[in-house]
C-alpha cells in the first residue's frame, strides 16, 4: 500500500510536489554553496588583509553582490571563481582608499625576516645548506595538500610583508603602485617581496617537501 | 660586484625579476650565473613555483580546496528544469 502510495502520489498534486521538492532542495544546495563560498573568501580575505572585521565586512558585501546578481549571472564561471573575482576588486579598492595610505609600518616581526634570509647564506653569499628540487606534486590530492601548507605558510608571514605580497601577488598591483601606496622606496619594496618570496620557499620546504620525505 | 653576483644577490634578482625588467647588466650576469649554479636554479623553480600555487590558490578551482562531490551537486542543481 505505501509503496502505491509513493510511486504514484496523490492525483492533481503529481505534478507539483516533486517541482517543489526540486526548487527547495535546489535552494538548500545553492545555501550551502553560499555558506561554502563564504569560507572560502573570509580565508583569502583575511590573508589578503590582515584583519578579522575589514575582512569579515568586504566578504560580506561580496556576498550581497553575488546574490543580487544571480539571476543575471549564468554559467560560464562557477560560482566560486565569480566571488572570488568580485571579493578581489573589493580588497583592491580598499588598499587603494586614501585612509588605507598611512598604514604600512614595518614591524618588530617583519624586520626578522631578515634573519631568515640570512641564515640561508655564508658571509661570502653562498648557500649554507644544498637547496633541492621540489618535486612536482603527483596527484589532485597531493596539489590540494601542497595549497593547503602553502595557505600555512602565507598565514605565518608577518603581518605588513603578507600584505604586501598579496597586493602584489593576488590583486597584481605593479611594484611602484605598491610604493607608492604605502610609502616607502622602491629599494625597500623589492626587499619586502624578496624576504616574503624567500620565507615562502623555505617554509614550503620545510612543512612540505621534508615532511613529504620524512613523514 | 665586478663581473660576479653571490648568490644571495642573484636571489633577490630572481625575486626582482618577478615584478620588473632588468638592467642589461644583470640580465646577463643572472644567466651565467644559473648557467652553473645548481643551487639557484633551483631556488629560481621555487620563486616560480611559489608563484603560480599562490595564484592557484586564490584563483583556482574550488574542487580542488573543497569536497569533490560539492561542485557536481551544484551543477545537477542547476540544470534541473524549472
Known amino acids: 500500500m505505501k509503496s502505491f502510495e509513493d510511486s504514484t502520489g496523490g492525483g492533481s498534486a503529481v505534478s507539483a510536489r516533486p517541482a517543489a521538492a526540486a526548487a527547495a532542495a ?9 555558506a561554502a563560498l563564504r569560507q572560502r573568501l ?22 550581497i553582490a553575488v546574490v543580487e546578481q544571480r539571476t543575471v549571472h549564468r554559467g560560464e564561471a562557477s560560482l566560486s571563481t565569480w566571488g572570488i573575482a568580485i571579493l578581489k576588486n573589493k580588497v583592491a579598492d580598499w588598499y587603494r582608499s586614501p585612509a588605507q595610505r598611512r ?44 595549497l593547503s601548507v602553502l595557505e600555512q605558510c602565507l598565514g605565518g608571514l608577518p603581518q605588513q610583508t603578507g600584505r604586501v605580497f598579496m597586493m602584489r601577488e593576488w590583486l597584481g598591483f605593479e611594484t611602484n603602485e605598491i610604493c607608492e601606496r604605502l610609502k616607502v622606496s622602491a629599494e625597500n619594496c623589492r626587499t619586502i617581496l624578496h624576504r616574503a618570496r624567500t620565507a615562502l620557499r623555505v617554509c614550503m620546504q620545510h612543512r612540505w617537501i621534508d615532511a613529504k620525505v620524512n613523514p | ?25 644583470d640580465t646577463i650576469l643572472l644567466r651565467l650565473h644559473l648557467a652553473i649554479c645548481r643551487n639557484c636554479q633551483h631556488v629560481e623553480k621555487q620563486l616560480e613555483g611559489v608563484k603560480s600555487l599562490t595564484a592557484a590558490l586564490f584563483e583556482g578551482d574550488a574542487d580542488l580546496e573543497d569536497e569533490p562531490k560539492k561542485p557536481m551537486a551544484h551543477e545537477a542543481g542547476d540544470r534541473r528544469p524549472g
Open chain 1, 103 to 146: 598604514m604600512v609600518q614595518l614591524g618588530a616581526q617583519d624586520e626578522s625576516l631578515e634573519d631568515t634570509v640570512d641564515a640561508l647564506y655564508r658571509a661570502n653569499g653562498v648557500y649554507v645548506d644544498p637547496v633541492p628540487a621540489w618535486q612536482q606534486p603527483e596527484n589532485r590530492e597531493e596539489q590540494r595538500q601542497m
Open chain 1, 42 to 63: 573570509l580565508r583569502h580575505a583575511r590573508l589578503a588583509i590582515r584583519d578579522h572585521a575589514q575582512a569579515e565586512d568586504l566578504v560580506q558585501d561580496t556576498l
Open chain 1, 26 to 34: 535546489a535552494t538548500k544546495s545553492q545555501d550551502a554553496e553560499l
Open chain 2, 1 to 25: 660586484m665586478n663581473g660576479r653576483h653571490s648568490c644571495r644577490r642573484v636571489a633577490e634578482l630572481l625575486s626582482q625579476r618577478l615584478d620588473e625588467p632588468l638592467g642589461r647588466f
